[in-house]
């Protein structure tokens, strides 16, 4: 008896067609985006958006606003785009604000693990002020950046989102993460400008710097308000001050000025000065002071970093190179003792 394989074959048929169709209606439904649509999705994926950061942050920063006298309190990694946002330009190098993501969190976990809030208002954990670290919100920077605000909060955003989660340790803890804007040509030693000796605040070389737009300042006083800002009086003759001895870093470390000794920090807090590398010059009733640099000096200068950054270093390098003996580490333990400390 013969066996018809006509079923036989249609089933095969039907079979092959099936494999054959199948994976296509599987793959349709995720085909069906252009390329720029998928180039959007990735791109979302690598480059959150403020809300991603937001609720990434498990802890968060009490800030005292001081333009309306109360407390804000933002999470971690928002604060942190906040202070990138007000502390670099929009226009330095990513790897350079990553740079300086690293150091404004490191500043904030240490000065969190240290409970204290000397110098605030009641309940908050830092300013808004350069007593701790300038911070905008995301109104603030809306009006400030205007139409430009998309394109510079996503590049502050990426930075903070592509260090989430590190901070600089030396000898396993947190350091101070100090930084400013413009060297002199070099960084001060911490011991030279505060009483404190650092390890990894020793100075550096960062001749980047000198093409810095804050590099030379000058400012002029009669000398009566010269005089009365630092209580003394130099007399009618040509001679400002003496200085008697200077810094690693070629700063003012003592000068002499109308028979009394003062220390470059001193000097220039009393004349609001931009840096502790100064010059006097009297010309008749007026004193002419000129300055190289921007800030105490101490730490990572900010336009050395984007020095070093136009220059092909990644974040690690620059701080490694500002920052003398440190390792770049996971913030988790450090985060879990601030929240077990507010529990």
Same mark, same amino acid.
């Given at each position: 008896m013969k066996t018809s394989l006509k079923p036989f074959v249609v *089933?095969?048929?039907i079979l092959f067609? *099936?494999?054959l169709v199948i994976p296509t209606l599987v793959v349709i439904p995720f085909s069906e985006k252009t390329d720029g649509e998928?180039?959007?999705?990735?791109?979302?994926?690598t480059n959150p958006s403020e809300t991603?950061?937001?609720?990434?942050?498990s802890i968060e920063v009490a800030v005292h606003r001081s333009s309306i006298n109360a407390v804000e309190n933002v999470p971690l990694e928002e604060y942190i785009v906040g202070v990138l946002a007000s502390e670099m330009p929009a226009d330095f190098e990513l790897e350079a604000l990553k740079a300086q993501a690293l150091a404004a969190r490191t500043y904030i976990v240490r000065h969190m693990l240290s409970g204290k809030n000397i110098g605030t208002p009641e309940g908050a954990t830092v300013t808004d002020t350069v007593n701790h670290q300038v911070y905008k919100n995301k109104e603030e920077l809306k009006k400030q950046w205007g139409k430009d605000y998309d394109k510079n909060i996503k590049k502050f955003t990426e930075a903070v989102y592509a260090t989430q989660g590190q901070i600089i340790t030396y000898d396993g803890a947190p350091i101070d993460a100090l930084y400013f804007s413009t060297s002199n040509g070099y960084t001060e030693n911490s011991e030279d400008y505060w009483q404190s000796?650092?390890?990894? %605040?020793?100075? *550096?070389?960062?001749?980047?710097? %000198?093409?810095?737009? #804050?590099?030379?300042n000058q400012v002029v006083f009669k000398v009566k308000e010269f005089e009365r800002r630092l209580g003394?009086?130099? !007399?009618s003759g040509d001679t400002v !001050?003496?200085? #008697?001895e200077r810094t690693e870093s070629n700063r003012i470390k003592t000068v002499?000025? !109308?028979g009394k000794e003062f220390s470059g920090k001193d000097v220039r807090t009393a004349l609001d000065l931009k840096s502790t590398d100064f010059k006097f010059v009297r010309k008749g009733d007026e004193i002419v002071i000129t300055t190289k640099g921007y800030g105490h000096g101490v730490g990572m200068s900010q336009y050395g970093a984007n020095g070093m950054a136009q220059s092909g270093s990644d974040y690690k390098k620059i701080l490694t190179y500002y920052y003398q003996g440190i390792d770049i580490s996971s913030s988790d333990t450090f985060l879990t003792q601030i929240t077990a400390s507010r529990e």
């Open positions: *089933v095969f048929s067609i *099936v494999t998928l180039a959007e999705a990735r791109e979302q994926q991603q950061i937001a609720s990434e942050s000796a650092y390890p990894y %605040l020793k100075s *550096v070389e960062s001749t980047w710097d %000198l093409n810095s737009k #804050k590099f030379h003394i009086s130099i !007399g !001050g003496t200085v #008697k002499e000025i !109308g």
